[in-house]
């Protein structure tokens, strides 16, 4: 079982450093950055992610796969999207075949075919 409370306290100091200076930690200095900053380091974290896959070491991968979710914590929370809008979106899916949810989405414009 997932402990939520460890999220949910990062949640916690990642909105508060969210309007902190930008020299107090690392995530305020993200924030401050900016989208295209924040995106940058997920973007860098889920390669980093599949690389540690395709390598096939375990501890490897969890690490990198806990640096992902930080980081898309932060763009959450620049977002003021919270761990629990995430798990509400999760429990909506839940028992929902993946092809059938996809299938219910409205198009994303300017997708192709089968993204969405």
């Not at 200095?29 to 690389?51: F, P, Q, R, Y």
């Not at 995430?86 to 997708?111: C, N, Q, W």
Request: one cysteine or more; glycine letters at 8%.
């Amino acid at each position: 079982m997932i402990d939520l409370e460890v999220l949910h306290r990062l949640q916690a100091t990642l909105i508060e450093r969210r309007g902190a200076a930008p020299a107090s930690s690392y995530a305020a200095s993200l924030h401050a950055k900016g989208t295209d900053a924040i995106c940058k380091k997920v973007a860098e974290e889920a390669a980093e992610t599949i690389m540690a896959a395709k390598d096939g070491d375990r501890l490897h991968l969890v690490r990198e796969v806990c640096d992902l979710w930080f980081h898309s914590l932060v763009l959450m929370t620049h977002f003021d999207i919270g761990v629990d809008d995430v798990m509400v979106e999760f429990r909506r899916r839940e028992g929902i075949s993946g092809i059938d949810e996809k299938k219910s989405r409205p198009a994303t414009p300017g997708a192709t075919f089968g993204e969405g």
